[in-house]
């Protein structure tokens, strides 16, 4: 096997784990998977991904001496119900999944929150291994642990905190993701630079046309992700604080989300996490905190990169202020009723933001909506 | 507030938690769960329990300054489904669960398995009490962070490790248990001695009447009892080793649970367990491990407390040996096809027996059968 670019989660009481990344790595996956000490490894994927990866890595995972099997559940959000997390652990168990062995979870970012919630759950924890194929699942969901599925009642309500024993990123199965998929997983890239690395937002404006099209530059922007949120993540895992910097742009994205009833036709996550990262430096600029230069700066390399970066650019429209600053207030972090949002000082200099005054926040949305 | 009798559960990491034992605890909640600094707490209780309980202790919570709330299951073993689990979950998200609020489970072992899988789930994880009102829960499920539901597949396949905050053991609800809920729960109590605490054991044979009947030797029981159980769990929480002893009587108990279709108008799980816990030690007697005399005193001091003792005495049958055998192998403790049993070489004497014949066990349990 190739040396991989690698990236430590280094945690602790035997939890740290490493994020592999690079072209190709699916076919190593049984071997990498084996030398955790398994005798089973069952996949849980989409119907989409299954049909183009699943036989690759199943082929790989019994090469290496693993009993495979393969569960597979419909593709998009959806997947996210009490109802399917339920077919996933049956279909695991009646895989005979015991505590031993592992689950792999081959796809998207729904994928990685069902599946793992179902490992963290199935016989009250079993191991289980990323193999994320997509670029927001590469960056983002597939490392830190946080799994889990959505109640009628909102988003990502139910789940737990459960490590991944290894990710396995293979870039080039980005190779078969629409240009809408990349463009919305790049949203996530960029708030990395936008959270604490201006440089790597100076690169991404140079670069992220290699990113999309397979370069070097791809392997290289997913590490330098990866290696960003490994460190919170080390530092904070429960999101007790510095965690919440990961959230720049995600609460007024969420609140897009809700309102356009997660369809994916109108709004992929990404898309949000787009207008939400241009929204939160507008909103930043306009409390005096960062240079209006700086939130022109974001929307104009969001816009650049094809991503949508105003709500007007919601299709079908999204509500009012109030529709909006309802729909941010159930996000789960709200406490008290006080709204806490990420803010920027600039770009790289994000922090978190208590006691926003709703008012402030409705007065903005109101300007935006008026702006188009 | 009187002192109560307590018992400290020693976990790390700012998880050790005590258990208070006593008549009329509940009435003392609302003190109590405050001063864990929660802003409310919501109830989790079945239909039976609530009607006798829910109001004493949503009184005692609001007396406290705690906003509370209440969701009701309907009670038996039926309701640690999936769909249960769901409507729990959105049950608390609707009375406004919040990060930093309390799950609290009134009620017996299915109530608190359920609410503290809940509990452990919701929001990735919320705190929880659990006020355990059947004996069955008082000295063995409240304790010890097991929370979990079942899978078509089989019990507690699905389930987190979670451990309460607290636990209020309220000696006073178990007035309102049926003789036939106390038994069952005295066969828990009985296998402590059986474990590993011959002197206790010895102490039951001459005090079970007054745990029955509610005496000073009900608290003093279920204090042995927790103390036993905490001690187990601090030593090895995850049952990688030690924690399984406490499964005696558990892998025929649970066999016979699933052969009866947990149907508990025909077998609560606490009769399981006694008839586990008779079939443990002249199965040990059989190998030559443990004095049959042993064996003896263990059959007729459950039968004294008005236990079965005997596969006869399962209503409807069983099942031939086979069927047992099948119905242990499915198990989860069961790994690479061997059987595991927790067996004895003396009443209190009891250890971890991998790796037993299984034509052994079917030998021994078609003797059984024969003698009826």
Redesign the interface.
């Known amino acids: 096997m190739t040396d991989r670019l690698t990236v430590d989660v280094s945690l602790d009481q035997g939890r740290a784990y490493s994020i592999l990344i690079g072209r190709g790595l699916l076919d190593e996956a049984g071997v990498r998977i084996a030398s955790l000490g398994a005798r089973a490894a069952v996949i849980v994927s989409d119907s989409n991904v299954a049909a183009l990866y699943a036989d690759r890595l199943r082929t790989s995972l019994e090469a290496a001496g693993l009993r495979s099997g393969l569960v597979t559940v419909a593709p998009g959000e959806a997947s996210k119900s ?1 109802a399917t ?2 077919e996933v ?2 279909g695991l ?2 895989h005979k999944v ?3 062995d592992i689950v792999v979870a081959l796809g998207g970012g729904v994928v990685g929150d069902l599946a793992g ?1 179902a490992a ?6 079993v191991r289980f291994v990323q193999a994320p194929t997509s670029l927001l699942a590469q960056v983002d969901s597939s490392v830190g642990g ?1 799994t ?1 599925i959505n ?4 988003k990502n ?5 459960h490590q991944p024993r290894l990710v396995l990123a293979d870039t080039a199965t980005l190779d078969t993701l629409s240009e809408r998929e990349m463009r919305a997983g790049y949203a996530e890239v960029a708030k990395y630079g936008l959270i604490g690395d201006a440089a790597f937002f100076d690169w991404c404006e140079a670069h992220w046309a290699g990113i999309f099209s397979g370069g070097p530059e791809r392997d290289e922007a997913v590490a330098i992700c990866c290696r960003s949120k490994a460190g919170v993540v080390v530092r904070d895992e429960r999101e007790d604080g510095e965690r919440a910097l990961l959230n720049l742009g995600h609460t007024f994205g969420h609140a897009l989300e809700r309102l356009t009833g997660y369809d994916s036709d109108r709004l992929v996550h990404g898309e949000g996490v787009a207008i939400g990262l241009a929204l939160a430096f507008r909103f930043s600029a306009r409390l005096g905190l960062c240079p209006g230069q700086d939130a022109g700066r974001v929307a104009n390399h969001l816009a650049l990169a094809g991503l949508p970066t105003s709500l007007a650019a919601v299709p079908g429209g999204c509500g009012d202020a109030d529709a909006l600053l309802d729909a941010m207030a159930q996000d ?1 972090k709200v ?1 008290d009723g006080a709204l806490t949002f990420i803010l920027a000082r600039g770009i790289g200099q994000s922090f978190i933001a208590p006691g926003i005054d709703a008012a402030e926040v409705r007065a903005f949305l109101t300007d935006e909506l008026l702006a188009g």
């Open positions: 009490y997390y339920a652990c049956d168990l009646a015991e505590r031993g919630f963290a759950t199935l016989r009250r924890g946080k889990g109640s009628p009642l909102g309500l139910i789940g737990a905190f789960k406490r």
